[in-house]
């Protein structure tokens, strides 16, 4: 999802909601759980090149022939 795409979905609703994150990734979930919920701390960006490691998406962080910047969103499951 681009920046401009997530603005015009956010303008949808109402500017006093909280904002929480949620996943059904088998990886992220405790056993018996259907989802997860993570809290938005904050947004920073990033220089990096988008990777797999193992499989599993990666940042290969600092700047590089094929990195560039990216909006990350730093959630904690401290919700």
Excluded: W
Aim: overall charge negative; some cysteine; hydrophobic content about 35%.
């Amino acid at each position: 999802m681009k920046i401009k795409q997530l603005i015009v979905e956010l303008q949808r609703l109402d500017p006093n909601l909280d904002v929480v994150c949620s996943s059904e990734d088998p990886d992220l979930l405790t056993p018996g759980h259907g989802f997860k919920l993570f809290d938005l701390d904050r947004v920073v960006t990033v220089e990096a090149e988008r990777t797999r490691v193992d499989g599993k998406p990666y940042f290969k962080l600092g700047p590089g022939p094929r990195s560039s910047r990216h909006a990350v969103l730093d959630i904690s499951g401290d919700v």
